[in-house]
């Protein structure tokens, strides 16, 4: 199951156009032993967190503008916990986040990734399973495509999705993070 991955400012553009409806939304870069992280804030939670490749703010603030979105560049008391909750994730002392979550997708996706969720840390599942875990056995692509548009990385566990032969499939951070994940959370069962 090859998932398409799209280039990183297009998927933020995607999001922020969901978001619309708000007036500003606030940014934080993270620093993880994976790389620098990109989170955006709504009033009501985090609305995207993904790997951000050397992007700049200024392509950022671009593409809010394009919206009639302000980004503010400003520490939260959410992004203060979410950066403290991903150290604990990454250094194996957290296993579940806390942080409130406002996703905007379709139906089909905001069950998916839901499903998502349910995955116990340290385990994986194929997206054959995940597809019989939601009753829709025939809907395995639309599935890993819902799976590839999830806008929040590590705390909505796509990674823990691999293909049906053990091949670990795709991964918007890349295929080496999600690997690096992978080993993280099995090296904590293991211990």
């Known amino acids: ?13 995607k999001t922020l156009f969901a978001f619309k409806r708000e007036q500003e939304l ?13 989170a955006l804030f709504s009033r009501q939670g985090l609305c995207w967190l993904q790997f951000w490749q050397g992007e700049g703010v200024a392509k950022i603030q671009a593409l ?3 919206f009639a979105i302000s980004l503010l560049p400003q520490a939260t008391t959410e992004g ?3 950066t403290r909750e991903l150290e604990q994730y990454f250094a194996r002392k957290r296993e579940e986040f806390t942080i409130a ?20 840390y ?12 939601l009753q829709q056995r025939q809907a395995v692509r639309a599935i890993a495509q819902a799976n590839s548009k999830n806008p929040i990385a590590i705390l909505i566990p796509c990674h823990r999705v691999i ?22 959370e099995q090296r904590e069962r293991q211990e």
């Not at 979550?101 to 116990?120: E, F, H, M, N, R």
């Open 1 to 13: 199951m090859k998932q398409t991955q799209e280039e990183p400012g297009l998927v933020l553009a």
């Open 26 to 38: 606030t940014y934080e870069f993270i620093s993880t032993p994976l790389g620098q992280m990109l």
């Open 64 to 66: 809010a503008s394009s």
């Open 80 to 82: 203060i916990r979410l």
């Open 101 to 120: 979550l406002d996703l905007v997708g379709t139906p089909w996706q905001l069950k998916v990734w839901a499903s998502l969720q349910a995955i116990p």
């Open 122 to 133: 340290g385990q994986t599942i194929s997206y054959l399973q995940q597809a019989q875990d």
């Open 163 to 184: 293909r049906n032969n053990g091949e670990l499939g795709g991964y918007y951070g890349g295929v080496e993070r999600k690997k690096w994940l992978l080993a993280l």
